[in-house]
């Protein structure tokens, strides 16, 4: 009976080591530049049927505030944004009344 329930263990031990061996980590965060953007946020104004971008900020910050700014301005998805600016993406939008330039 002692026979039995080491194999008994010795198989259980070398079903739960199979999936171990054979698992992925997960992949790490993309940092492109020490995770830093450039983002230039403003207002628009039409003079004389001239568009004038008046530039209120130009910050360097990290990729996720930038994202956070402009979902805030343009109503885009955070998540998105935020992981295609890790891969290196400029953005651009402008509303009536705003703009959101981000650049690597």
């Known amino acids: 009976m002692n026979l039995k329930k080491m194999a008994t263990a010795a ?9 171990m061996a054979t698992t992925t980590s997960a992949q790490p965060p993309v ?3 020490g995770g830093l ?3 230039q946020v403003g ?6 049927d001239v ?5 209120l900020n ?19 998805n955070v998540g998105v944004l935020a992981s ?5 993406a400029d953005f ?7 703009f959101v330039d981000i650049t690597q």
């Open 11 to 19: 198989a259980l031990a070398g079903a739960l080591a199979i999936p």
């Open 31 to 33: 940092n492109i530049g």
């Open 37 to 39: 953007v450039n983002v």
């Open 43 to 48: 207002t628009i104004e039409i003079i004389d």
């Open 51 to 55: 568009v004038v971008r008046n530039v």
């Open 58 to 76: 130009d910050l360097t910050v990290s990729v996720g505030v930038a994202a956070n700014i402009a979902a805030n301005v343009c109503g885009v």
């Open 84 to 88: 295609d600016l890790g891969r290196g």
């Open 92 to 98: 651009a939008c402008e509303t009536a009344e705003q």
